[in-house]
């Protein structure tokens, strides 16, 4: 497990240094087949093909989860973030504003799944990220 690898790209990340598909290539490249990030606790956990975890605390300053989900807004931060009009920490305060609690981003799946306080859900696909040969 190549956890300095995972710890950068996490770091480069929450300073908004990275692009999302940057992140899922470099993690891919390392192992990495998903993530989950609790944002009310401030942890990331990574999860290995071969069964490894990597636990971390994330470095942003932890933002209030709104008590209500609002899919339209969480869709807003992420159009705005595949467009790279707002980076990581900019994406994060907008998806603690819209209640999302948590994430689990299946790199090998290609999709997020997204968590509100009281259950609520949104999926969402994206494309293939594959390791640089």
């Known amino acids: 497990m190549n956890i300095q690898a995972i710890h950068e790209v996490s770091i480069e990340s929450?300073?908004?240094?990275?692009?999302f598909p940057e992140g899922v290539r470099r993690l891919l490249e390392v192992g990495v087949e998903s993530y989950f990030?609790?944002?009310a606790a401030g942890r990331r956990t990574h999860y290995l093909g071969d069964g490894g975890t990597h636990d971390e605390a994330m470095i942003l300053e932890r933002s209030p989860v709104?008590?209500?989900?609002?899919?339209?807004?969480?869709?807003?931060?992420?159009?705005?973030a595949q467009a790279d009009a707002i980076r990581y920490p900019e994406f994060v305060r907008c998806s603690t504003a819209a209640g999302?609690?948590?994430y689990w981003?299946?790199?090998t799946g290609k999709r997020v799944i997204y968590f509100g306080r009281k259950g609520?859900?949104?999926?969402?696909?994206?494309?293939?990220?594959?390791?640089?040969?």
């Not at 929450?14 to 692009?19: N, S």
């Not at 709104?66 to 705005?80: H, P």
């Not at 609520?120 to 040969?133: K, L, Q, Y």
């Open 14 to 19: 929450e300073e908004g240094r990275m692009t």
């Open 37 to 39: 990030v609790d944002l």
């Open 66 to 80: 709104a008590g209500e989900f609002s899919d339209s807004a969480l869709m807003a931060a992420i159009r705005a």
């Open 100 to 102: 999302v609690i948590g």
């Open 105 to 107: 981003a299946f790199l």
């Open 120 to 133: 609520e859900s949104h999926v969402e696909e994206f494309p293939t990220a594959t390791p640089r040969n």
